[in-house]
């Protein structure tokens, strides 16, 4: 498995912060302390693993971040989006999910694809049409269930 | 099915099979668990189609439940996922029967414990490779001490065998006398004198090779005397080097349970420790080392003080004192491991190393727990959440006796109290609710027959077995009804003998 790495820029008043690898027991933020700034995002792109340890570690360095904070999550993948919408405590109320992927399944050609969406593009937990990057489709179906896969939405 | 919807806000993964093993219904979590969207969930019809085990059939074991329709739950079951081939769960499956209006189903409801498993497995292997590298660390200690020891030890050799060869000489030149018959006595006592100074070699090897054995985990009564006077064996040759004298009083007879050779590696530490110290310093007085040994009846510890009467401690190094790599000693003479190390040795002793402030010279005292206390609480451990198991106090000045009949008595998973001082075994039998003594007849302190007076005079009810050679039997005759003694084990003694009478004691009537 391959360690939590964490790349950080810190421009005008946001720190950036890239998450690479699993969120598990090994994960330690603490380098992130002490370097708050009025907006602080977190990209999850690269994360391909979290575990119920590694969400215990996230959630005791959130709660750690001053409450002055903005705090953005950006291109969430499923698995973040899924302990979002289960555990109390992984969203920070008042935090910003700026944009994340949902599982689409085109029936013409059979394939499933992560869809990169802006969570202003969602409305009334339905999910918003989208084409299939592989053959072009214009209306592929949206492959998980809406009302629980969206239900984050209710938290922002 | 919206009669199974209460099993979406569940964080388990639950399947609904009806009577025909036809999956009807899946949570939303199942569709996280088994890492398939809705969609495909929904053409699985039976659960070997979604999940398999190599631990159990789980076709057979919901052709269980289905018969007794009453829940059922499994063992934890290594899953496999047919598609995720990556993907390695550790599950135990809850088969709850779900009856509604219209029909009978089971819920399967999958508990992951993969992180906990996992967790465990990963700290497992942590803490073996941790032990390892202590291991490693302690033999790499003793081989540094060996090393500083081996100039003082090839001296300590040279001795014994100049007097073996001197005496060879004597016997060669009397063998080439016409007239042996009149010098007999001097060829006897040559030849004694070498066989002799040949053991005293042979000593010497065979404690070195004791000290450098690896395999020393196991625990054993010892003789505190006998261990400390080994420590000193060890230590005198670099003493007499530094003219320095070691001294040692024993003001009680003390058995420690304990790695004899660890234990004997942190005596010469500190007494070598000192021996440098000292040697460093100039001495208007004789330089001198005392191991003191002793016992706290309120603390219920046995007691080794190591003082000397060189410089003593400055206060900045007290204050790191057990920490690794601090040395007083200069560059390439010392590891600065010795006192971090012998700390460690003493805790998994229950014992605690600790410095003691002095006037002058420097003070280091060992505190181990009295043999009772720590054999007992050393089973009772180890025996944790097994059925109740008998506990057997055995109270015998002989170390060697303790420890056979600790391996007897612990291989038939009773919990087995050594005790060598009678004082200390009915202290302990106040405390403890022992099922049953077995004593040795003849000690110093007092006979067998007035320590079973004693416990039964403190109320102890349970079955006292003497432990005595036949010239005794005359008194356990006497005894058996006035102190309502239950046996005798005659020495000398085997293993069938010992547990045979043990059972009989403790269930008297059955058949053994």
Known sequence: MKRLTINKQILQDELSVELIGCIDEDSDFKELAGLGQETISFDFDKISMINSCGIREWIKFIDLLPARCNIVYKNCPQIIIEQINMVHGFFREGSVIESFYAPYYCDKCGKEAKVHLKSDTVKNRKAPKSDCPNCGNENIEFDAIEGQYFSFLGKI | ???????????????????????????????????????????????????????????????????????????????????????????????IPVQTDKSANFAVVFHDLTVEKKLHLKYRDQMEELKKTHGQILQADKLTTLGELTATISHEINNPLTIAAGNSEIISDILDLPNIESRLSVLKNANQTVTESLERVNQIIKNMRDFLHQSEDEKEYCDLDALVDAAIEWAQPGAKKANVHIKKQSRVRSVALANRIKLEQVIINLVKNSIDAIAQHSKDVPAEVLINLSKSDLDHQTIIDVVDNGPGLADEIKKNLFKPFQSTKGSGTGTGLGLSICQKIIESHRGRLEHVDSQSGCHF?????????????????????????????????????????????????????????????????????????ITDFSMPEMNGSEFAAKARAMGYEGPILYMTSSKNIDQYNKDKSTLNITGVIVKPFNKDDVMKTLRLALAPGEAV
């Open chain 2, 365 to 437: 005292r060992i505190r181990l727990p009295l043999i009772e206390v720590y054999s007992y609480a050393r089973n009772d451990r180890a025996l944790m959440g097994t059925k109740h198991k008998k506990k057997i106090l055995v109270l015998d000045d002989e170390v060697q006796i303790l420890n056979v009949l600790n391996t007897f008595i612990h291989n038939e998973g009773m919990v087995f109290i050594g005790s060598s001082t009678p004082l200390d075994s009915l202290n302990f039998i106040e405390k403890a609710n022992i099922d049953l003594i």
């Open chain 2, 1 to 95: 099915m919206s009669e199974f919807t209460s099993f979406d806000h569940l964080f388990d993964a639950v399947l609904v099979v009806n009577l025909k093993r036809e999956i009807v219904y899946f949570n939303h979590h199942a569709s996280i668990f088994f890492k398939m969207p809705p969609r495909i969930l929904k053409q699985k019809t039976s659960l070997t189609q979604i999940c398999d085990s190599v631990d159990i059939d789980i076709e057979e074991w919901l052709s269980k439940a289905l018969l007794s329709f009453d829940v059922l739950i499994s063992p934890e079951i290594r899953l496999t996922i047919p598609h995720e081939t990556d993907l390695d769960y550790y599950v135990v499956l809850k088969l």
